[in-house]
Structure formats: structure tokens, C-alpha cells
């Protein structure tokens, strides 16, 4: 069965602009969570979604938010990009939380 | 938040030595899980754990969720050139998944 998609797996963005990142879990999975990975903080955690509803956030300013869609799919938006928000932004999905969770593999942001 | 504090931060081994890791926390975990990262790939899950002084394997892979709840260990036996990658724990709590540092392998044929 096909795994996490996260689309796109590139992308360049100029300070201030906003950017959308897509993911579709793995048919079934209906809890869906977003991490930012860097070299100098790691992967920390953003937000979980579960059936439309954001149950968990992590530490992240508001121009970070997130949605999930009936069918499970999420995007995750940064507005106002920084330079700082370049990084590798991954996407996990969950069947339920004994079975962990499966990553896509990234979307590369870079921003300039 | 809660944090994870994850040793040793790089190991540099021959291939078919073991490899030791750990991870330790301030606060209790539900489930410890150890995954795995290439290069420009998403992390794979490697091992899961559900209870305290749990011990699991999968192929060289061995894990154990220790009895504090507040750390996991995971050990590779008889290394091999493509063990190679960032060995990362995760504890979570109710859909809250937070990381270690990562533990970067190097192995040497």
C-alpha cells in the first residue's frame, strides 16, 4: 500500500512570502503529524491532527498553522517565512498511537 | 516541553562490532519508539515499545523500554556497512511524539 506522500519535495521561498505543504497519509490513518527538522534543533514537533480536529501543538509561533481534511489529508502553512524556517518539514501518519507512526519523506524548504 | 536527551551523539565503529544508544528523559513516557533516518528520507520505524522493562527485537535490533519509563536503550548487533544513518528515540504521550537528538553511526568495512 502506498505510504506517506508529501508534495512538494522541493521548495524555494523568498523572506515574507507564505508557502503551503500538502500530505496524504496512509489510506486508513487518520491521525496525521507535522515536524520541522534542522540541523541545529532536531525534529521538533508542530501539530497533530485527528478527524479535522488539531489535539496537540507544539511550541511554534502563529504564522505556523495546520488543517486536516475530511479524507485525512492535511497541509500545514507558514506565513511571513523567515529565513530561519528553512528546513525539512515531515509529515507522520497513524493508524493509532501503539503502531508509531510513518513518515514521508520531507519537503525541503528553502527559504531566501 | 519535554525533552529527551540522547547519547552518544556520533559513534565511528568497525563493521561487525555492537552499537549501544540510549535515551533518557525528565518526564515518563506511554511508548518509546527508535527509528532510523537516511539521507534525505524521512524516518523509519525501527522498534516500538509499549511497557516498562519491555524488551524487543527485530533482526540485529534489540530495545528495551526501561522500568523508570524515563529512558530506552537500543543495541545493533554485529554491525553492517548499511546500519549507517541518525538513530533516533522518540517518547510518546498521547499522540505527542517528541525526538532525541539523533545518534549519528558511522561504520568502517
Known amino acids: 500500500k502506498a505510504g506517506v506522500t508529501q508534495t512538494p519535495r522541493y521548495l524555494i521561498k523568498t523572506r515574507g512570502q507564505q508557502v503551503t505543504l500538502s500530505c496524504s497519509p496512509i489510506s486508513g490513518h487518520r491521525s496525521v503529524s507535522w515536524y520541522q527538522q534542522t540541523p541545529g534543533q532536531g525534529l521538533q514537533f508542530l501539530f497533530e491532527?485527528?478527524?479535522?480536529?488539531?489535539?496537540n501543538k507544539g511550541n511554534f509561533p502563529g504564522r505556523f498553522s495546520g488543517r486536516q481534511f475530511s479524507n485525512s489529508r492535511s497541509e500545514m502553512n507558514v506565513s511571513t517565512l523567515e529565513l530561519g524556517d528553512s528546513a525539512l518539514y515531515l509529515c507522520?501518519?497513524?493508524?493509532?498511537?501503539?503502531?508509531?507512526?510513518?513518515f514521508g519523506s520531507g519537503t525541503r524548504l528553502t527559504v531566501v | 516541553g519535554q525533552q529527551l536527551n540522547q547519547s552518544p551523539q556520533s559513534m565511528f565503529i568497525q563493521e561487525g562490532e555492537d552499537v549501544s544508544m540510549n535515551c533518557t528523559s525528565s518526564s515518563i513516557f506511554n511508548t518509546w519508539l527508535w527509528y532510523k533516518q537516511d539521507p534525505g528520507e524521512g524516518p523509519v520505524l525501527l522498534i516500538a515499545?509499549?511497557?516498562?522493562?519491555e524488551l524487543t527485537s527485530n533482526g540485529r535490533l534489540t530495545a528495551q523500554f526501561g522500568i523508570t519509563r524515563k529512558d530506552s536503550f537500543l543495541n545493533i548487533s554485529a554491525s553492517i556497512p548499511s546500519d549507517v544513518g541518525i538513530y533516533f528515540c522518540a517518547g510518546l504521550n498521547n499522540n505527542d511524539m517528541r525526538f532525541g537528538a539523533g545518534t549519528r553511526l558511522t561504520v568502517k568495512p
Open positions: 507522520a501518519s497513524s493508524l493509532a498511537q501503539r503502531y508509531g507512526y510513518t
Open positions: 491532527y485527528f478527524s479535522e480536529t488539531q489535539r
Open positions: 515499545l509499549y511497557k516498562a522493562g
